[in-house]
């Protein structure tokens, strides 16, 4: 009876063992599953976009055949191409309504990231800018629109005065920075404002974008563009 008390636990310890696995062997890689993979980071909202997102390779392949410019044609050539997994995610997070892009260039601004974005298989306007802020925040300089918040604005009111068709043409380019109180900074990106795409520009859409001293996001305003 004695011997018999003495197995039961040893019988229960090898059982518990068997049930939560082995270990990996030393040289192994463990299962995919038990680390969040770079596009899981994408879906959870999780990745922080730095030089790591950068890929300028060739697409070619996906000019032309049945996957011609889809998601999957650029996941795959990106992949082939000696992409990083961060690039092929930054990739997957842009590509949305049916618009492909990848991030081609990274730089730092007074603490800020900008990065560089292509669309390779626009018609027009190739090429655009995101400023990413400290907590990761992006923030596209070449969405801006006319609509109403901004038609009020002073001095679009004014540039509209002569030209009240003209409409912001994107790439917005980068009209300099400023300092602000605290230890903050204020960027400036400017937009060309034209009543056509082949329209010579009637003016200049200047919006400022500011960030705190930790480099967060707090706001954009327009500001006058000053020659």
């Not at 039961?8 to 059982?15: Q, S, T, Y």
């Not at 800018?129 to 907590?135: F, I, K, N, Q």
Request: proline letters at 7%; aromatic letters at 4%; glycine letters at 10%.
């Amino acid at each position: 009876m004695r011997r018999s008390r003495l197995l039961l636990p040893a019988l229960g310890l090898a059982l518990l063992t068997a049930c939560q696995g082995r270990s990996p062997e030393p040289g192994k890689e463990p299962p995919a599953g038990d680390a969040p993979s770079a596009e899981k980071a994408a879906a959870d909202g999780k990745l922080r976009w730095s030089e790591a997102v950068v890929w300028d390779g060739d697409l070619n392949a996906c000019r032309q055949g049945e996957n011609a410019a889809t998601r999957e044609c650029l996941r795959d050539a990106m992949r082939a191409g000696g992409a990083s997994a961060d690039a092929i995610t930054a990739a997957e997070q842009l590509s949305t309504g049916g618009e492909l892009a990848y991030v081609t260039a990274w730089h730092e601004n007074g603490g800020l990231g900008v990065a560089t974005v292509e669309y390779p298989f626009r018609a027009n306007t190739n090429e655009g800018t995101r400023l990413v802020d400290a907590s990761g925040k992006r923030i596209d300089v070449d969405a801006v629109q006319l609509d109403d918040t901004l038609r009020a604005d002073p001095t679009v009111q004014e540039l509209l005065k002569t030209n009240p068709q003209a409409t912001p043409f994107a790439p917005a380019q980068s009209a300099g920075a400023t300092p602000l109180e605290n230890g903050g900074i204020r960027v400036m990106y400017r937009t060309p404002l034209r009543d056509c795409h082949a329209c010579p520009d009637v003016g200049q859409l200047q919006i400022a974008y500011d960030f705190d001293a930790k480099r967060n996001f707090i706001g954009q305003q327009v500001v006058p563009a000053t020659p």
